[in-house]
């Protein structure tokens, strides 16, 4: 007895040695046994904000989430709200304010916490995922737990989250909408292909240098935010990661793109990410990157920066091909 329990445990660590990420063990710690209904995609109507004490949050969430440089960016009038580290807003990548679907909307996100997160390893609320992105995507510092802009956060999610129920949902628009899976595990994706789609599709906009255009006046934000430079996101954003990028540029860039009308082919939105995200291109470090995935076991496979459970390169985890490291 006692040895085929020893057999099935080398086998099993075989297994998973060439993958990156170990699927059933990412199920075995999350949140899975909720039956998830199937929602409908609904952005509340505005007007219906209520005329109180909650629905002034709700308005102050929104719009911290459209200026949120304005608040507590690193120009802010208030030295001391300055938590977040460049001047982006939220909505720079959760588009209109957070409704726009398939740009990894607030819609329905306050029902999917407690929400089993395998960066921490842990099981981690919606406070946390907020205080994820200020020191991430915002480069910057958390900010504090009831602070009246988290409870503004906590709320106007809450608020585009109505008639979603606890656990979540399966709702089309959610999240960001995946390029083709069989495309990245064939081929890696190419920077100097990247290099030729940024030119004709995105420069105009994000600059020769992906400077971007910053409005003027202090605290004003940009009228095109930076794709990497001091003032963009830093190493540990998930818009860091290649296929994380790919996905939201196919679905919402150029500005303009959607997920039914995208502009790119999958293949060009594989290729620019990877552009944007070269490490010639100057970006941000995270403080404390090296604890991000402290399980090997559950680590995402475009995480750029080792140690894996299998055996490829960083070079591989950054530019694919992925066909050795995502399992079906
Ligand atoms: C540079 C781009 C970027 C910026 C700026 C940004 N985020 Fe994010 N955010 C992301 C990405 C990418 C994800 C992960 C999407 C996914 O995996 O589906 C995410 C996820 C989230 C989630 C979880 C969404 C869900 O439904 O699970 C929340 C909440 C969130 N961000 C809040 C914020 C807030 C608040 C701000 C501003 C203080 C902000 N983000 C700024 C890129 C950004
Ligand atoms: C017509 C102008 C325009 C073009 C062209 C354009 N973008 Fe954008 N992009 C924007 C604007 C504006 C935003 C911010 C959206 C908002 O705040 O509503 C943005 C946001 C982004 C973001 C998230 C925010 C950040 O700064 O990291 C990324 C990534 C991005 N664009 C990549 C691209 C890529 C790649 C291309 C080319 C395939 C491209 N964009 C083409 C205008 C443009």
Not at 132 to 158: D, T
Not at 184 to 208: F, I, L, N, W
């Amino acid at each position: 007895m006692r040895k085929v329990v020893l057999i099935s445990t080398a086998v099993a660590v075989c297994v998973s040695s060439v993958i990156a990420v170990d699927l059933k063990e990412l199920a075995k710690r999350s949140d899975k046994g909720f039956k998830k209904p199937e929602i409908e995609y609904k952005i509340p109507d505005e007007s219906k904000i209520p005329n109180n004490a909650y629905g002034e949050l709700v308005k102050y969430g929104k719009e911290l989430t459209v200026n949120t440089y304005k608040y507590i960016g690193p120009e802010a009038a208030d030295p001391k709200m300055r938590y977040s580290g460049n001047n982006l807003s939220c909505q720079n990548c959760h588009l209109d304010a957070g409704t726009k679907a398939y740009s990894a909307p607030f819609v329905g996100t306050f029902a999917e916490f407690p929400q089993y997160r395998p960066r921490e390893d842990t099981i981690g609320n919606l406070t946390d995922r907020v205080n994820g992105c200020m020191q991430r995507s915002m480069n910057g510092y958390p900010l504090p737990v009831g602070s009246k802009e988290m409870r503004a956060f906590e709320a106007y999610i809450h608020w585009l989250s109505q008639g979603v129920p606890v656990g979540g949902s399966k709702m089309e628009g959610r999240g960001l909408a995946k390029v083709d899976r069989k495309m990245v595990k064939q081929r890696a994706a190419d920077p100097k292909a990247g290099e030729k789609v940024y030119q004709t599709h995105c420069a105009s906009c994000h600059g020769d240098s992906g400077q971007g255009l910053k409005n003027e006046g202090l605290a004003s934000g940009y009228m095109y935010p930076p794709l990497w430079g001091p003032d963009s996101y830093n190493k540990g954003a998930g818009m860091f990661r290649l296929l994380k990028a790919a996905d939201f540029i196919k679905s919402n860039m150029p500005l303009g793109a959607t997920h039914e009308a995208p502009i790119l082919t999958d293949a060009e939105a594989y290729d620019v990410a990877a552009f944007m995200n070269l490490d010639s291109h100057y970006r941000p470090e995270k403080i404390n990157r090296s604890s991000d995935f402290p399980d090997v076991k559950v680590k995402a496979a475009d995480v750029p920066k080792g140690p894996y459970l299998d055996t490829e390169s960083e070079t591989t985890h950054k530019f694919g091909p992925y066909g050795k490291i995502i399992k079906n």
